[in-house]
Every structure is written in C-alpha cells, then in structure tokens.
C-alpha cells in the first residue's frame, strides 16, 4: 500500500500545482518531499509554502507544521496546507499553529478561494 499512498500524494501535488499555475502562479515541486513543503509558488504579489496531505478516511489530522510556519516566516511566505479527501476537490487553509483537524462533511474552503485573495 506504499505505493498507492505516494500516487495519491502526488497526485494531489499535481492538481494543486496544475491549479496554482491555471491561477497565474510560478510553481516549484520539493521531489520527494525533502523539505517543509511540497510546491514553492510564487506571483507578483506573494509568495506561498504549500504541504499537501491527502486522506480516503472521513477525517484528516495533520500535525507538524510548525516546521512549515518557521520556514514560510524565514522567507517572507505564506504557509499553506492544501488537503483532499477521497474524490474531494483541493481545499486550503493558512497555517497558523502546528495543527490541522479536518473532517470531509465539514465547511472547507476550496483552494482556489484562499489564494484569491493573493
């Protein structure tokens, strides 16, 4: 089961990146993820540290990101968390403490509309 967890990491790696560059954004994958995050982007304006985490579970838990804060804060980004259910859309929130809790039912904010305002 390896495998098909990295297929579905990637996969939702893929689709954000695909939606940020759809977005006007400059995008940059970290392979195999050796760093805090996944996809550096940047624009005019902004400049973000996405992480993307996916889940085929009715909840995700996410925790370690402080890591991702540090990091967006040393270089003046964003820190971004970019999450998918199964058969979900890409949904986003800014980071702000070293957790995340999410559940599928739940009030999420698609991705695109977090970064509209950037």
Known sequence: MPNQNYQRGYRLEYRTRKMLEGMGWKVLRS?????????????????????CKTTVKDA??????????????????????AYSFLRSPVY????????????????????DEILAGF
């Open 60 to 81: 995700l838990y996410v925790y370690g990101l402080s890591d991702l804060v540090k990091e967006a804060k040393k270089y003046k980004a964003v820190p971004i968390l």
């Open 31 to 51: 392979p195999s993820s050796k760093g805090e995050a996944d996809l550096i982007a940047f624009n005019q304006d902004s400049k973000i540290l996405v992480q």
């Open 92 to 111: 986003g929130v800014v980071v702000k403490n070293d957790r995340f809790n999410a559940k599928k039912r739940a009030d999420n904010k698609k991705l």
